[in-house]
């Protein structure tokens, strides 16, 4: 059970760079990933050893960056339940619809695996202290398992951002900032601080450990399919960390002879009001243009342009997936129509997918009996003011009103 | 891996009561508790088999009311973590702490595991709708699992009740009211409705299953102690259930073999504004007095008066345990240190549980070196109003500010 990283390489020119040295972006400006020697890996990466192991995230070490699992930080993850929305399915016209919920890690979102992995490793690789702008839940995530690590944590987050997540990294003990402007204005005020003062840049796809810890989404879903795929597989797309890693999980499984040929058709499913990846797919471009006054409820989803844009397209051509952009009022009916129907609360985000699939259903993009696995990104704890019904006063007298 | 359900005994006068008829309290108005064929039990409730199951309080299906597992209502449980607090246990002088958190479960609380069993159980039986008072989480959690088995929920919590709790109810698609009192009030809306409209009474302990949820708290701790009881299990104790529920797992584990003589000191915590036991238990008294004027931050632990009351004060007695008030301060305190030194995010009834360990150990009742096991009840998540250290502001052409 030994990780067999092997180097670092950019996902644009193919540049490589030592892996045991801390590294950014690649000297061209595009992400670095890792790359792992898959034949060594193949020898004890194998079904029957993984089914054995305890069920995390950690169970996949050999295909993980961390060298020396004593150096692992851990807040207890569980690998997340992939249920069966039967209720829910029929209703949309879905025989065989999941819902990989990630609401179920600590600090209540997926967020947990890109931190779980980055800060480990950032740990392992002697850095004191990071700085990331968020829009949310990776500054919750990243400041909880920097508090776990004893690792300090420079947080900037717009003051928009839901009063949850500031709470998160106050009270993890991060240096928390608020700025009164966008997630873009953050990473600037944190790139500043890179470059003058020597912090460790921790944003999306600027440090090349958090799409490691958001790959075993995609191991986890093929595991607990039995070590088969999905025919289509949906995820709510902002940075688009997490398609990314999906599809880079595919590929590992696939040459360490874990699975075959066939993928799984990848939807990156964005808000109306902020979908570059969606308008960059239906007229074929490599890459996105930042999209003009972006705005959604769902504020995970909310950025105008992704530096991994392409990498995201990339996955979407190369598994015949497609993108698609839902509205907020499809968001809340559905986020609401789950919790109803499958007692299930989860997040806006989460909810984009379910309504995606909806209408991809309608389309007829997605056969009746077709296995679908949507992905919930957080608990629908996280997410107070979602509108609701408002429940009746009773007087202390009152009657209750029952049918 | 068949229940061994056998009877239901009252708890105070010993009437036997068949278990296959939906029942409330005993005749002489004390709460009805689930007995099984031990024995029969024995034969495949061994430490072998359990461990091959699956990780979640299902596994313990022989001492679970359930007959047939088809009727088993799930939100995708999972065994919650007991995690070793290394840092904040040293601060406090504690060489061997650990958390049991139950914020991990479905909808943030403890409360999923009475409500899983509860509602499994009551489907199973029959039930078309339950109705019950709340603080808060008791009410999300089987609101959710209403919603997921079908079965009708009537909810009253107080309209002081947080919000996110209404939201719980109200998303799941429960009947939800507010009772413009406390849950003194709801109680008694709720028991009109009971008798007058045939409502099943889901109310804390007036219904026999949801303490055979709770028990799973104890078998759990006890197995992921590779089958050890702790030297002092620390317990938030409102209407006691959870207590109760532990005690009578670690009475089964002992009575199948599974666990020999040793129990640990039980310990009930209880905020110093609402604090009948702790009074009950300093004066020896086999029950309690309605405590007058209740208030503390723990809402979840703000019971006056519990029904269960002799049962939670005759498991202190018998483990050579005790009864501890804390201040709201020295919850909010240690909330927050926990969450600084471990990442972790509890709710405040959970901080009353190192509160209290942390004098206790000052007392010297818990010794340096005991094998002490503290139960988080809740995620911090769902605790959006706890005072930290507001973050400052930055314009957008700031520099962080940064040693």
């Not at 034949?39 to 004890?44: D, L, M, P, V």
């Not at 590929?251 to 075959?260: K, S, Y």
């Amino acid at each position: 059970m030994r990780s067999a990283l092997s180097h670092l390489e950019c996902s644009k020119c193919g540049s490589r760079y030592d892996a045991d040295a801390p590294q950014q972006l690649c000297r061209c400006g595009a992400p670095l990933l890792a790359r792992y020697d898959l034949r060594s890996a193949a020898q004890t990466f194998t079904r029957k050893n993984i089914a054995a192991r305890e069920p995390s995230l950690w169970r996949y070490a050999e295909l993980l960056p961390l060298r020396d699992m004593l150096h692992r930080v851990s807040l207890n993850e569980t690998m997340t339940p992939l249920a069966q929305l039967s209720a829910f399915g029929s209703e949309i016209g879905l025989s065989d619809l999941r819902l990989k919920d990630d609401g179920a890690l600590p600090t209540g979102s997926f967020k947990a695996r890109g931190a779980a992995i980055g800060v480990s490793r950032a740990k392992e690789l002697g850095i004191g202290r990071f700085g990331m702008p968020t829009n949310g839940n990776a500054g919750g995530a990243w400041s909880a398992y920097g508090a776990r690590a004893g690792v300090e944590a420079y947080i900037v987050m717009p003051r928009s951002a839901p009063a949850i997540h500031r709470l998160e990294c106050a009270m993890t003990g991060a240096h928390l900032f608020l700025v009164n402007g966008l997630i873009g204005d953050a990473g600037r005020i944190i790139g500043k601080a890179v470059t003058e003062c020597g912090l460790y840049d921790a944003s999306t796809l600027k440090e090349p450990y958090r799409i490691e810890g958001k790959k075993t989404l995609g191991f986890e879903i093929v595991e607990q399919l039995h070590w088969n795929v999905p025919d289509v597989l949906l995820y709510p797309t902002g940075g688009g960390v997490g398609i990314i890693g999906i599809y880079k999980a595919l590929m590992e499984l696939r040459e360490t002879g874990l699975i075959g040929e066939k993928l799984p058709r990848m939807v990156a499913v964005q808000a109306e009001g902020c979908a570059p990846i969606v308008r960059a797919c239906h007229e074929r471009k490599r890459e996105s243009q930042t999209w003009q006054d972006p705005h959604t409820i769902a504020f995970g989803i909310n950025v105008p342009k992704a530096l991994g844009d392409f990498l995201v397209l990339d996955a979407i051509y190369a598994t015949g997936g497609t993108a698609i952009a839902v509205s907020n009022g499809a968001m809340e009916r559905l986020q609401r129509r789950l919790a109803e129907t499958e007692g299930l609360l989860i997040c806006p985000e989460g909810a984009a997918t379910l309504a995606a699939a909806q209408q991809l259903r309608e389309q007829g993009w997605i056969a009746a009996n077709e296995v679908v696995v949507a992905i919930n990104t957080g608990s629908g704890l996280k997410y107070g003011d979602v509108p609701y019904p408002q429940p009746r006063l009773l007087e202390r007298d009152a009657d209750l009103p029952i049918a």
